[in-house]
């Protein structure tokens, strides 16, 4: 009896599965709205989440929620992104349990791995203190229509950037301007000039404190700043940071492109990283740069500060970093070519009916390169890129 009514469960629940033809294995989210989504607020909507991974068959569920499109740069390519909060936190594709979402088109990378390679191995140099969004792939359909394959990913909040969110110094800022040599007209709103993500800023606004942090990266004399650089900002995570730039040639990520964050009091700043169109062999507009072109990162003035004083010596613990990742092969060329080939057996299927959606040789790419040729182009950089930096740093 039991068995029957389960049964019953899961064909009810799966009715609209079968109207969504789309045979890529993935788990489904299909956006029921009734209105245009908009870009700067989200309206009301349902989610219907279909896995049909199911031991049964197939799980099919309807969410609450509130939804609007999602971007910057990218709102000029024909497929959307979308933000999604839903009405309770609710674990997606096997991911942490969450009520805020980001559903990534990835519309300029072919590969849809970019985002992911760039944020695993973040992760994986430190997985104490360098937090990424965690990703999973999905198909996206709306009212029914198919609209391609994303990119699910975590929202970089509070919750996932594991804030104190009682302590009255746990901060979040996206993309602040404070790594600015001269930042002076870059704010976009006046009333918020660091664009402080949280507390609220009407609640609390922690602007001079990041204009004593900023008075620090400009104004510190050597001694002050060797001395007191690590009080400011956690060095290791910025390490990282900084060879991940470099690895990737993430140029877009050295202004932008990232969150920085203190948990509270007692802690000092972070980064988490954020966005990687721009990496991997394609600049962020597509165009190939096989190292072509390298991350200036003198250009952020906590970089320069660190590589222009002696005193400090980060050159040599960068160098001594490197040996580290490269010793317990967290950088490896094998263990690149073995997530590379995991991520792509995973969306095999799923690539061919996007490409018939979003054709790869549309006005906005540089080239009309399969997923496959995409694949050895990243495969290809990093293998260039790491014998690049162990000659660099000295790895043998």
Same mark, same amino acid.
């Given at each position: 009896?039991?068995?029957?009514?389960?049964?019953?469960?899961?064909?009810?629940?799966?009715?609209?599965?079968?109207?969504?033809?789309?045979?890529?294995?993935?788990?489904?989210?299909?956006?029921?709205?009734?209105?245009?989504?908009?870009?700067?607020?989200?309206?009301?909507?349902?989610?219907?989440?279909?896995?049909?991974?199911?031991?049964?068959?197939?799980?099919?569920?309807?969410?609450?929620?509130?939804?609007?499109?999602?971007?910057?740069?990218?709102?000029?390519?024909?497929?959307?992104?979308?933000?999604?909060?839903?009405?309770?936190?609710?674990?997606?594709?096997? &991911?942490?349990? @969450?009520?805020?979402? *980001?559903? %990534?088109?990835?519309?300029?990378?072919?590969?849809? /791995?970019? #985002?992911?390679?760039?944020?695993?191995?973040?992760?994986?140099?430190?997985?104490?203190?360098?937090?990424?969004?965690?990703?999973?792939?999905?198909?996206?359909?709306?009212?029914?229509?198919?609209?391609?394959?994303?990119?699910?990913?975590?929202?970089?909040?509070?919750?996932?950037?594991?804030?104190?969110?009682?302590?009255?110094?746990?901060?979040?800022?996206?993309?602040?301007?404070?790594?600015?040599?001269?930042?002076?007209? &870059?704010?976009? @709103?006046?009333?918020? *000039?660091? %664009?402080?993500?949280?507390?609220?800023?009407?609640? /609390?606004? #922690?602007?001079?404190?990041?204009?004593?942090?900023?008075?620090?990266?400009?104004?510190?004399?050597?001694?002050?700043?060797?001395?007191?650089?690590?009080?400011?900002?956690?060095?290791?995570?910025?390490?990282?940071?900084?060879?991940?730039?470099?690895?990737?040639?993430?140029?877009?990520?050295?202004?932008?492109?990232?969150?920085?964050?203190?948990?509270?009091?007692?802690?000092?700043?972070?980064?988490?990283?954020?966005?990687?169109?721009?990496?991997?062999?394609?600049?962020?507009? %597509?165009?190939?740069?096989?190292?072509?072109?390298?991350?200036?990162?003198?250009?952020?003035?906590?970089?320069?500060?660190?590589?222009?004083?002696?005193?400090?010596?980060?050159?040599?613990?960068?160098?001594?970093?490197?040996?580290?990742?490269?010793?317990?092969?967290?950088?490896?060329?094998?263990?690149?070519?073995?997530?590379?080939?995991?991520?792509?057996?995973?969306?095999?299927?799923?690539?061919?009916?996007?490409?018939?959606?979003?054709?790869?040789?549309?006005?906005?790419?540089?080239?009309?390169?399969?997923?496959?040729?995409?694949?050895?182009?990243?495969?290809?950089?990093?293998?260039?890129?790491?014998?690049?930096?162990?000659?660099?740093?000295?790895?043998?």
């Amino acid at each position: 009896m039991k068995s029957i009514a389960l049964l019953c469960f899961t064909l009810f629940f799966c009715s609209s599965y079968s109207q969504l033809q789309d045979l890529t294995g993935l788990v489904k989210i299909n956006l029921l709205v009734n209105d245009n989504l908009e870009w700067n607020s989200k309206i009301g909507c349902n989610i219907n989440y279909i896995d049909s991974s199911y031991q049964y068959g197939c799980a099919s569920i309807i969410i609450g929620a509130k939804a609007k499109m999602h971007g910057g740069t990218s709102r000029k390519y024909p497929k959307r992104s979308y933000t999604l909060k839903l009405d309770y936190p609710k674990s997606l594709v096997g &991911l942490p349990k @969450d009520k805020d979402w *980001i559903l %990534n088109a990835s519309y300029i990378d072919k590969t849809f /791995i970019r #985002h992911q390679l760039y944020y695993e191995l973040f992760y994986k140099m430190n997985k104490r203190h360098n937090i990424a969004p965690k990703c999973a792939y999905v198909s996206v359909f709306k009212s029914n229509e198919y609209q391609g394959l994303y990119v699910l990913m975590q929202r970089l909040d509070a919750s996932t950037l594991k804030l104190n969110k009682t302590d009255s110094l746990a901060m979040i800022f996206k993309e602040p301007i404070v790594f600015y040599p001269d930042s002076t007209d &870059l704010f976009e @709103d006046i009333n918020n *000039i660091y %664009n402080q993500k949280f507390p609220a800023i009407e609640n /609390i606004n #922690h602007s001079s404190f990041l204009d004593s942090f900023n008075r620090f990266l400009k104004t510190s004399s050597p001694i002050q700043f060797t001395n007191d650089i690590s009080k400011w900002i956690d060095m290791n995570n910025v390490t990282d940071w900084y060879l991940m730039l470099e690895l990737s040639n993430n140029s877009d990520g050295i202004m932008k492109n990232f969150y920085l964050y203190k948990k509270d009091h007692s802690s000092p700043f972070r980064i988490a990283v954020w966005d990687a169109d721009h990496s991997f062999g394609k600049d962020g507009d %597509n165009e190939l740069n096989m190292m072509k072109t390298e991350p200036d990162l003198k250009r952020n003035i906590l970089f320069r500060r660190l590589l222009d004083n002696e005193l400090y010596d980060f050159e040599n613990k960068v160098k001594f970093r490197w040996h580290q990742l490269r010793y317990n092969l967290t950088i490896d060329s094998k263990s690149f070519d073995e997530m590379i080939n995991d991520y792509s057996l995973e969306i095999n299927q799923a690539i061919a009916s996007n490409e018939a959606l979003w054709p790869i040789n549309a006005k906005w790419y540089y080239d009309a390169n399969s997923f496959e040729d995409e694949i050895e182009i990243i495969k290809s950089f990093v293998h260039l890129r790491i014998q690049q930096l162990d000659k660099l740093y000295d790895y043998h």
